[in-house]
């Protein structure tokens, strides 16, 4: 499935690419304009990528930001939020929250590839008020109910 995403460019940044065919989102870049970025261990910071999206108005789709597998796994350096959603009708630059879950300080130059963004589809619920829900085997059980093993 394809859509179509204008995007508008500051902070000398380029346009995302797929990196394979089967790549199913694109790297975000810092967008530091020649800079760096220093974030400490257990530090958030803001990180701008010169990206702002406009996705097809008809295509019912989100921009959702994830982190990057090798800087979690390796460096520690993780979002903020857990994921980004871009609503379809943001129109400002993306920036991306790092946060360092590191003992050691970790350093953003200018463009690195800090995450991972996506799109997929959106489907908008119609809530309706219940005085009871339907039954189910699981019922309210949450929270490892089902154990471990």
Request: charged share 20%.
């Amino acid at each position: 499935m394809k859509t179509e995403v204008r995007v508008r460019l500051t902070r000398g940044a380029s346009l995302p690419e797929y990196a394979t065919p089967g790549s199913a989102a694109v790297d975000l870049r810092a967008a530091l304009e020649g800079g760096s970025a220093l974030i400490m261990p257990g530090e958030r910071k803001m990180i701008p990528t010169g990206l702002a999206i406009s996705p097809d108005a008809g295509a019912g789709i989100v921009a959702v930001v994830a982190a990057r597998s090798g800087l979690a796994t390796k460096k520690g350096i993780c979002l903020a939020n857990g994921i980004g959603v871009i609503d379809s009708d943001y129109r400002g630059e993306i920036f991306v929250t790092l946060v360092n879950m590191s003992g050691e300080p970790f350093t953003v130059e200018d463009g690195d590839r800090i995450a991972q963004m996506m799109f997929m589809p959106v489907v908008q619920a119609s809530f309706l008020e219940a005085a009871s829900l339907d039954e189910t085997v699981r019922g309210e059980g949450g929270f490892g109910h089902t154990g471990v093993k």
